[in-house]
């Protein structure tokens, strides 16, 4: 009898251990205010027109929300978050002594990943814009005091966060946390870290080795390699887990891009020849894994397959799920893909 009952509180103590780590998953770390589904959550409905939002000439680390239904930028020691539907603007508060080093939306809501920095300690917190929450993550030791945060990767469905911190030697650490607010340092093939990305539904990183020019991926030995190709970059990785490499030429464009999930081999990847190669900065992948040229003389950005041109105006600043957002006379500009 003993054992039995020994073996049943063990039993409820797990449950209650799960069900919480649950709870903390669903209303805390990278949750949402809808129920967490297997694929990132695609807002279709942001094809009315924008509220006049002006983004400041001197504004710094400018980026737009998944939906674009927010833009935020940083300005005078503040970080500015402007609701492009309303124009409503709220300030992310920061502590005495502590300071923006980066921040990041996480790709399926209107939510962002901040590193503060406090001397040589990282402070790493989420911003939940919907709520004008701020809550503290997790902080520890960065390798220098001089070092930044360059990049932060969230997966939202196994809970895990990737953050890249960059010291003015070109050294880059990867630093792992998950929603038990463990962390730890993350073994890479090389110390000069380009893009990387996460793979959404499995804990796996996907990095740019620059010193190479080759794309490796976390818990895989060897690079991507592929016939015919000695340089490559990583694109993006998207909805469906596919991951998204370009085939680099003597020019430094893109030609070729491969793509197929990390469970295959890359002999069996796709491939998509371009008609005329680009630059990777012209060159960008969505969620929903459609492939678009950005012509910046033409103000056009084409998607591959259909052929279908989207014009904007001025100044190109970055897609989301509907379309492309622009600046043009200090003015936020929504436009949806054709």
């Given amino acids: 009898m003993k054992v039995l009952k020994k073996i049943t509180i063990c039993i409820i103590i797990s449950l209650i251990i799960q069900f919480g780590g649950l709870f903390y998953i669903n209303n805390y770390f990278l949750a949402s205010n809808t129920v967490v589904k297997s694929k990132k ?9 924008v509220f006049q939002v002006n983004v400041p000439n001197n504004a710094k680390s400018v980026n737009i929300s998944y939906d674009a239904n927010y833009i935020a930028y940083y300005l005078n020691n503040a970080l500015y978050v402007v ?15 502590v300071k923006l080093s980066f921040y990041k939306w996480l790709p ?23 709520k004008s929450q701020k809550n503290n993550i997790t902080k520890f030791a960065m390798i220098s005091s001089t070092a930044e945060v360059t990049d932060i990767e969230a997966a939202p469905l196994p809970n895990v966060i990737y953050i890249k911190v960059s010291n003015g030697a070109k ?36 990095y740019e080795d620059l010193i190479n020019n080759k794309v490796y991926a976390t818990g895989i030995n060897n690079a991507f390699s592929f016939i015919g190709s000695t340089k490559s970059c990583l694109l993006e990785i998207d909805n469906n887990d596919q991951v998204y490499i370009g085939d680099v030429d003597s020019s430094n464009n893109i030609g070729k891009i491969y793509f197929g999930t990390l469970k295959n081999n890359t002999s069996s990847w ?51 799920s509907d379309g492309i ?11 949806p893909f054709n």
């Fill in 41 to 49: 959550v695609v807002n279709s409905s942001n094809k009315a027109s």
């Fill in 83 to 97: 609701n492009t539907k309303t124009g409503k603007s709220n300030n992310v508060s920061f502590s005495n002594g």
């Fill in 108 to 130: 399926d809501r209107n939510r962002m990943l901040i590193a503060e920095k406090e001397n040589s300690n990282l402070l790493l917190s989420y911003y939940d814009v919907d």
């Fill in 171 to 206: 050294e880059d650490v990867i630093y792992w946390v998950n929603i038990m607010k463990s962390k730890k340092k993350i073994n890479t093939k090389t110390y000069n870290i380009g893009n990387m990305e996460v793979v959404p539904h499995e804990d796996k990183m996907v």
């Fill in 270 to 320: 796709q491939t998509l020849q371009l008609n005329t190669p680009v630059s990777k900065a012209n060159l960008f992948v969505t969620a929903r894994g459609k492939v678009y040229i950005n012509d910046t003389l033409k103000g056009t950005v084409e998607e591959f397959k259909t052929g279908k041109k989207t014009t904007y105006k001025c100044i190109f600043l970055q897609p989301y």
């Fill in 325 to 335: 957002t622009s600046i043009n006379n200090g003015i936020l500009v929504k436009t």
